[in-house]
Every structure is written in structure tokens, then in C-alpha cells.
């Protein structure tokens, strides 16, 4: 492909993605294939010419769409949204073409100096810790496990990374309903899945503090090393919040690590009058949360913030001859600040975003998803035979359809029922979550093009499906 074939093609693309988001509702918003039609309509061994651009795309509507589910759709009310925008695709354009790899500041100063002050801009805006250092992740996942990393050298005085996690029997805390990026870093870490301490939660499915008071007692009675609590704002099953404040002063008192997970709920910080989430957040050592969820910024973009960068340095930096600078310490290096060496320009589509929308915009939106959220939850409270099963907060519902003279065994199987057809029928896609043993519906109302109009056709149809199952 020449620099003129180049450009043609590139215009046909940029109007297949206009017209794609422009007529996006015409599609089934969860794929209805089948395992393996994908892979069997693609040729076992690649082409041994080149071929046509015209054939690429022509393969991509007949063979790739029909696989893809749509999470750009305005019924995508499953999981948590991993949300775009138009200035963010823009801004992807532009970060594959630049093409920079901006592992150190000379690698691209801009890249560097722009992500050190969208970080800066995120405090602001969200009121966040004015000593705290903000760093780009890839994931939520990631920056999970690059705490874990941090707090490990931090509790035992950063000799692990040069003997081993031998050197010392650590405990990591979190709760029952915590993300399972918990489980899977302790492993990465080398800590052990049986050092992974589950802590019981309260009837709104948010850890108790006193329990974990007593679990870091026991563990210091048997000769256990206390070293980072998992705190969450707002969990992936139900959006529980973990008392951020109580958590923290029971990690100061014991000198333990505290990370806050706000993955998804972080971006509501944005909204002043949503003080409450601040509460004890400045007793973190390290939060995270994830633009790609709710900030209408194309995954994958997660914010992490770090008390003690000097820790967070020493426990990634290494410095090959190859990697030295005349800049050294003068400048931001963030691959010293994570896992990765390589780096996307992830700073550029938060730019994008953050100045097209301004902050009143960022506001009135999620301001909008949470009133979004208030309406469907009055629905369910107003209809009979269906129950929240945990109250709302900010955009995500969760319940049941509940007629009486029925199992709990026969419900949950009925509601299972209900989500199933609404996802085969193409027109929404939701997921569940289980609550005390009761299989829940949950709808989250947080996605980039949703209108008022969405909603309530989500409950007509909620409300319809309910109907026509066998009484």
C-alpha cells in the first residue's frame, strides 16, 4: 500500500466507523454466533500475494461483524461499559500514525509531559490527593498487581526483588465481593493464593472493618507479615463501597499497604457533590480507576496514583546501558513507574477527550447515567412482583423479577430465563451477578450514547419477557 493508496483507504475507513457508530442499533448488541463460525471461515494458512484493501473490507462485514458484540451500543448495559467517544477514536488515529514507543522521555518528551499533566488535571477535577503521583496503566488489572509489587518491596524493605518472596510471609487483604484482578496478582507476585485473606462482608456486600481488624491480629499472632489491604470503591457485582476511612486507619495503625480499586466508580468523582467518595482517601497509598469505563476514552487508559513514587520507582527501575539518558532525573521515565518497558500514547486520547467535552460536560453526563439509574430503579420498586436486591447506586441496578409461591431455586432460574432471552433477542445485553445466593440482574446505565429512550425500552422489554414466562 503506497502513501496515495494509503490515504484513499484511510478516508474509507474513517467512513465506515462514522457510518458503523452512526447505524450501530441496526446491530444485535451481543453476537448470536456460534463457537468456532468465525475461525472456520478463515483460510488455515495467510494468502501468498498481497490482496485488495476492497477484499479486507468486504471479509470484515461478512465475516468478522457478525462475531463482534457491540459495546459501543446504546443497550450495552453488561459488565461495565468500556466507553469511546469521537474525539477519542480521533485521537487513536492519531497515536497509530505518530506510532511513538514513549518508554522515557526522550523517546517523546511530549508524550511524557502530557500524560504527567493529564494526571494532574484528573486531581483537580476530581479531588483527589494533591500529594499523590499519577501514572498511565494499561488496566485496572495492572496497576492491582503493580501495588502489589510496590507494597511487597515496601514491607520487606525491597529485598524480594533480590532473594526471592522467601524472605518473609505476607498477607494480603481484601473482601469476598473483590475483583478477581486480587487473586491473580497475588499469584503473579509469587505471594500465594493461600495468602490471599478474604475478608466478610456486611449486608450491603462491603468489607467490615472489624473483621479485618481481627483477621491482621490473628495473622500477627502466628507469625504472618501484614502487607496491603484491597479497598474497594465500588465492586464489580454489585457496586459495594468499602469504607475507605476505617479501612485506612487500620493500615496506618499496622502499617500495612492500602490500595482503593475504583475501576469503575472512580470516574464519579468528577461530580462534587459526591464528597462521601472522597471520605479516607487520603490514607491511600495507591487508587486506580479506569477512563475506559466511564469516561468515554477508548480502553485501554486505567489512571493510577501513588503516595510514594520513590517506592513505586525502586521497585520497577532497571538501567541497562542502553536505556541511559542525559535527562535522567530531570524528567518523568515512566517505564520506571510500572510493569512495562513499551508504552502506547495514552495521554493523547485523555487530551482529546477531556478538552472537547470539558469538565461541565464530563459532569452533566454521568450526572445524566446516575438519574438514569434512579428512574429504572423506581420502576422495579413501583412494579409488582419485582425487587431490588441491592439498592441502587450511582448507575447500576441490580434485581430480580419475584412473583410469589416460588423457590429460590425456581427464581433464579427464572431470572436466568429473562436475561437469557433478552441477550438472544439481540436488542440488549445484560450480565448478572449473584447476591446471598439470589441470581440478580444487573443493568448498568453508563454507556456513551444512551438517551432516556434506551431505558425505558430496557424495562418494557424486562417487563414483557417477565410476562410471558410459563406461570
Not at 17 to 34: F, R
Not at 142 to 161: G, H, I, P, V, Y
Not at 334 to 342: H, K, P, V
Not at 412 to 439: C, D, F, W
Amino acid at each position: 500500500m503506497n502513501h496515495e493508496e494509503f490515504r484513499k483507504n484511510a478516508h474509507a475507513v474513517v467512513d465506515w466507523v462514522a457510518d458503523y457508530l452512526e447505524q450501530i442499533e441496526k446491530y444485535p448488541v451481543k453476537s448470536q454466533v456460534a463457537p468456532k463460525d468465525i475461525y472456520n471461515q478463515i483460510p488455515a494458512s495467510p494468502p501468498a500475494s498481497g490482496e485488495p484493501f476492497e477484499a479486507l473490507m468486504s471479509d470484515l462485514d461478512t465475516i468478522i461483524m457478525p462475531g463482534i458484540t457491540h459495546w459501543q451500543h446504546p443497550h450495552f448495559h453488561a459488565y461495565f461499559p468500556g466507553n469511546s467517544s469521537y474525539p477519542s477514536v480521533i485521537a487513536e488515529i492519531l497515536t497509530a500514525g505518530i506510532g511513538a514507543q514513549c518508554m522515557v522521555w526522550e523517546t517523546s518528551p511530549a508524550a511524557a509531559e502530557l500524560e504527567e499533566r493529564m494526571m494532574e488535571w484528573f486531581k483537580g477535577m476530581m479531588g483527589l490527593p494533591s500529594d499523590w503521583y499519577g501514572v498511565i496503566q494499561d488496566t485496572a488489572s495492572t496497576a492491582t498487581l503493580t501495588a502489589l509489587l510496590t507494597a511487597r518491596e515496601w514491607k520487606t524493605d525491597f529485598q524480594s526483588n533480590k532473594k526471592g518472596t522467601s524472605v518473609s510471609k505476607l498477607r494480603i487483604y481484601c473482601s469476598t465481593e473483590t475483583h478477581s484482578s486480587a487473586d491473580k496478582a497475588v499469584k503473579i507476585a509469587g505471594l500465594g493464593s493461600e495468602n490471599l485473606v478474604k475478608i466478610s462482608v456486611d449486608d450491603q456486600l462491603a468489607m467490615i472493618p472489624s473483621e479485618l481488624e481481627k483477621a491482621i491480629q490473628n495473622d500477627l499472632a502466628h507469625g504472618y507479615v501484614p502487607c496491603m489491604v484491597i479497598s474497594a470503591m465500588g465492586t464489580t457485582g454489585t457496586l459495594a463501597f468499602d469504607p475507605t476511612r476505617q479501612i485506612g486507619e487500620i493500615c496506618h495503625k499496622h502499617q500495612v499497604w492500602l490500595h482503593v480499586d475504583a475501576a469503575y466508580a472512580g470516574s464519579a468523582l468528577v461530580l462534587p457533590e459526591l464528597e462521601w467518595l472522597r471520605d479516607g482517601l487520603q490514607l491511600a497509598d495507591s487508587f486506580v480507576f479506569n477512563p475506559h469505563k466511564w469516561l468515554f476514552t477508548n480502553f485501554d487508559c486505567s489512571a493510577y496514583y501513588v503516595k510514594d513514587k520513590e517506592a513505586l520507582i525502586k521497585t520497577f527501575e532497571i538501567l541497562p546501558e542502553y536505556l541511559k539518558t542525559k535527562t535522567r532525573g530531570q524528567v518523568n521515565d515512566y517505564r520506571d513507574w510500572g510493569i512495562q518497558l513499551g508504552r502506547r500514547f495514552r495521554a493523547l486520547k485523555l487530551w482529546f477527550v477531556m478538552r472537547t467535552y470539558g469538565v461541565d460536560l464530563l459532569r452533566s453526563t454521568i450526572r445524566t447515567h446516575i438519574d438514569y439509574g434512579s428512574w429504572l430503579a423506581s420502576q422495579i420498586e413501583q412494579t409488582p412482583h419485582f425487587e431490588l436486591l441491592t439498592p441502587q447506586k450511582l448507575n447500576m441496578v441490580v434485581f430480580r423479577y419475584n412473583p410469589p409461591g416460588k423457590s429460590v431455586e425456581k427464581l433464579n432460574t427464572l431470572n436466568e430465563t429473562i436475561l437469557t432471552q433478552i441477550n438472544q433477542s439481540g436488542k440488549a445485553y445484560i450480565t448478572h451477578t449473584k447476591v446471598n445466593g439470589l441470581y440478580g440482574i444487573r443493568v448498568v446505565l453508563g454507556q456513551t450514547r444512551l438517551e432516556k429512550k434506551h431505558v425505558e425500552d430496557l424495562w418494557g422489554w424486562l417487563v414483557k419477557t417477565s410476562d410471558a414466562l410459563p406461570k
